[in-house]
């Protein structure tokens, strides 16, 4: 879907909130090494889907934290946003970075096999 320059604008404001919320006012170690890759922002900003990236043995950890912290996050970027309405925040888990590590790895093989032909 096309995104007009003030969409993109309110998805980056969202993101970079929530990130700098995560780095400096969250505690729970579990959101720790998280890392917020993008935000979409309903036009009426009532919901907010929030993608992240971590390591894939915490995935459950961070799902579960990102759970319990849903509320305090979208209280204090209520405080910190002149919006009209706080999202209701969406936490997913962004696997295209995965996805890139995955195929970077097969790349990094398929060229150490042909160096040796």
Do not use: H
């Amino acid at each position: 879907m096309k995104q007009s320059s003030s969409s993109r604008r309110v998805n980056e404001q969202a993101r970079e909130v929530i990130a700098n919320i995560l780095l400096f006012e969250m505690t729970d170690p579990r959101l720790d090494l998280v890392t917020i890759t993008g935000c979409e922002v309903s036009f009426d900003r009532s919901v907010a889907n929030v993608y992240y990236t971590t390591e894939p043995q915490r995935y459950s950890d961070v799902a579960n934290a990102f759970q319990s912290a849903a509320g305090r996050i979208r209280s204090l970027m209520a405080k910190q946003l002149s919006w009209r309405v706080a999202p209701e925040l969406r936490f997913m888990l962004d696997s295209s970075v995965d996805e890139a590590e995955r195929i970077a790895g097969a790349l990094a093989r398929d060229a150490e096999r042909n160096k040796g032909e």
